[in-house]
């Protein structure tokens, strides 16, 4: 089995470097990696830019560009042979509710499953790089083991385990919640009149609907929720296309 790693943290990231200790018992891991973190840049892409790699050892890469550019070097560059899978992660942070549009560690594992690789995406509650990664790690292990062992078919899964967890035996299966953004920007204006702007985040909250991705999480469960690429709105549609 080959697994491509990557994430939107940076290549040094724990979440990342203890996925990788815990993934190589499955099988040969390859990390393309970004240089320094990239959060939040969904599924951007450079296309006319170059894109700066350096070969750290045999099957670790650091990329400077998006997550995006990272996995897809690793599908197309000519470095590696054809991946069986894809982990991003682990993020700091959780991704669930629209947190999936923006995310680089998901749009990383959604670029993948584009290109006909199951994919993985993994994400957790602690915020910063002193979190228990090596807990979480092992939690995604044996999430990974059920569903590695018999993928007959590509898939995008969307991982969220909570700092309390303890294994993997308390997981859900759940849809997309509603996340609520409250963005409020720094701004200081500069001698030439010019602005700044720094956005630091946002307060974030949720819309408390039962049997989401939120709802279980809250409840100190690990949730996994299947994504696909169709963003139809098939409700609108129907109101334009007679019959």
Not at 127 to 148: N, Q, W
Not at 180 to 200: A, F, H, P, W
Not at 221 to 239: F, G, M, Q, S
Request: glycine residues 10%; proline residues 4%.
């Amino acid at each position: 089995m080959r697994i491509l790693i990557s994430n939107d943290d940076g290549l040094s990231f724990p979440g990342l470097l203890r996925l990788r200790e815990k993934l190589e018992q499955f099988g040969e891991t390859w990390v393309f990696a970004p240089a320094e973190e990239k959060s939040a840049t969904s599924m951007a892409l450079s296309i006319h830019n170059d894109v700066p790699v350096i070969r750290r050892d045999e099957r670790t890469f650091e990329v400077d560009a998006f997550p995006v550019d990272c996995v897809n070097v690793a599908l197309h560059g000519g470095f590696a042979p054809p991946f069986d899978f894809c982990v991003s992660g682990i993020n700091k942070g959780v991704n669930m509710g629209q947190d999936i549009w923006y995310s680089g560690t998901v749009g990383a594992a959604r670029h993948c499953f584009l290109h006909g690789v199951p994919s993985f995406a993994v994400s957790s509650g602690y915020l910063d790089a002193a979190g228990d990664f090596t807990k979480v790690a092992e939690i995604f292990s044996e999430v990974f083991a059920r569903f590695s062992s018999n993928a007959d078919q590509n898939f995008l899964l969307n991982v969220n385990i909570p700092m309390t967890a303890q294994d993997a035996g308390d997981i859900k299966w759940a849809k997309l919640g509603r996340r609520i953004y409250r963005d409020n920007y720094q701004r200081v204006t500069r001698e030439d009149g010019s602005m700044l702007l720094n956005l630091g985040g946002s307060v974030l909250s949720h819309g408390g609907e039962t049997e989401t991705d939120f709802y279980w999480f809250d409840k100190g469960c690990t949730v996994i929720t299947p994504l696909t690429i169709d963003a139809t709105d098939y409700e609108k549609l129907k109101l334009h296309i007679p019959g």
